[in-house]
């Protein structure tokens, strides 16, 4: 059984960073598509950051610069930096794992960023 499981997230003054991370069990994220998705209250869901099982990265344009999507495959973890937060960077992180194909989904249950004064 696939099981992922976030951390890190926090309160963070604006300008701060945060990096949190994804425990995968019961699959490699090695072997995957993993990506961390936000939803902020009245907001759709939508991609940060992914790396995909070759190893490519893709980023929202509104956190190229900022943050960085890394996969640990020895400690089958999957991390994202986040630095120079904003206020609106606010919002609900999840952790999903995708086949290729899109056979399997897999999404965590997320991690609160509150970026604030």
């Known amino acids: 059984q696939v099981q992922l499981v976030e951390s890190g997230g926090g309160l963070v003054q604006p300008g701060g960073s945060l990096r949190l991370s994804c425990a995968a069990s019961g699959s490699l994220v090695s072997t995957y598509d993993m990506g961390w998705y936000r939803q902020a209250p009245g907001n759709q869901r939508e991609l940060v950051a992914q790396?995909?099982?070759?190893?490519?990265?893709n980023y929202a344009d509104s956190v190229k610069g900022r943050f960085t999507i890394s996969r640990d495959n020895a400690k089958n973890m999957v991390y994202l930096q986040m630095n120079s937060l904003k206020q609106k960077d606010t919002a609900a992180y999840c952790c999903?794992?995708?086949?290729?194909?899109?056979?399997?989904?897999?999404w965590g249950q997320g991690t609160q960023v509150t970026v604030s004064a």
């Open positions: 999903r794992e995708r086949s290729h194909g899109g056979a399997s989904d897999y």
């Open positions: 790396v995909t099982l070759r190893g490519s990265t």
